[in-house]
């Protein structure tokens, strides 16, 4: 079993639509949880960061951790095609690195 | 203006050779990683250096050697020991401290041929 899963999807939303994407995982030690945006061929961008459990949001993103069951999700608002991107899900037990769930592609039709 | 470069964009190599990987950044960061990704596998962490002349290897590291000779550089070398290079290479940086962000550069394509 991976320390982080992922959906891969793919999720192909239309225009204005909520997406939802989310993450599970197994180390109770993870405390520190990150949303990364890539684009195709393009390098991660760091999108949202929470620490333990709460909710975070930031404009059309809402970031959620439930530390209980061990899930964290990230929604996206009134989506745009410009959030058409691969989404990662990575953690932190506050050791220097960094685990990451596969990677949900999402696809937002015009 | 401040960030990471990585260079080459593309690279081929021919199978039996050796390959480095560049990476720079000017963020003044102390941290600094290397990651491989492949289709529907996520990042793998290859190696990571906390400080300058320490680094230490991650999960995939055999195949590959890194040196951190200056804060700012971390290059990757490819060896011929990898079996499957194959890869998008990505670098990225973090100040330091338990909270790790990271900050990622635009990555490398190696293709063996």
């Known amino acids: 079993q991976k320390e982080v899963e992922q959906d891969p999807g793919p999720l192909s939303v239309p225009e204005g639509a909520i997406v939802s994407l989310n993450c599970t995982y197994s180390?109770?030690?993870?405390?520190?949880f990150m949303w990364y945006r890539q684009y195709s061929r393009k390098g991660p961008e760091l999108l949202m960061y929470?620490?333990?459990?709460g909710n975070k949001e930031d404009g059309r993103f809402t970031a959620q951790v439930d530390k209980s069951s061990k899930y964290i999700s990230l929604f996206i608002r009134d989506s745009q095609p410009s959030d058409s991107a691969t989404y990662l899900c990575?953690?932190?037990?506050?050791?220097?690195?960094?685990?990451f769930g596969a990677g949900t592609t999402v696809t937002v039709r015009a | 203006d401040g960030g990471i470069t990585q260079s080459p964009k593309y690279l081929f190599r021919k199978e039996g050779q050796n390959v480095t990987l560049s990476c720079e950044q000017n963020l003044n960061h102390d941290a600094m990683y290397w990651y491989r990704q492949d289709p529907g596998q996520g990042l793998r962490l290859i190696y990571y250096?906390?400080?300058?002349?320490?680094?230490q290897k991650g999960d995939i590291a055999e195949g590959y050697s890194v040196s951190r000779e200056k804060k700012e550089s971390f290059p990757l070398t490819v060896t011929s020991a990898q079996k499957n290079p194959t890869a998008f290479y990505l670098c990225?940086?973090?100040?330091?401290?338990?909270?790790?962000?990271?900050?990622f550069g635009p990555g490398t394509r190696l293709t063996v041929l």
């Open positions: 990225a940086s973090a100040a330091g401290g338990v909270y790790n962000e990271q900050f």
């Open positions: 250096s906390q400080i300058v002349n320490d680094f």
């Open positions: 929470t620490y333990s459990s």
């Open positions: 180390n109770s030690a993870f405390q520190y």
């Open positions: 990575a953690m932190s037990a506050l050791d220097y690195k960094l685990s």
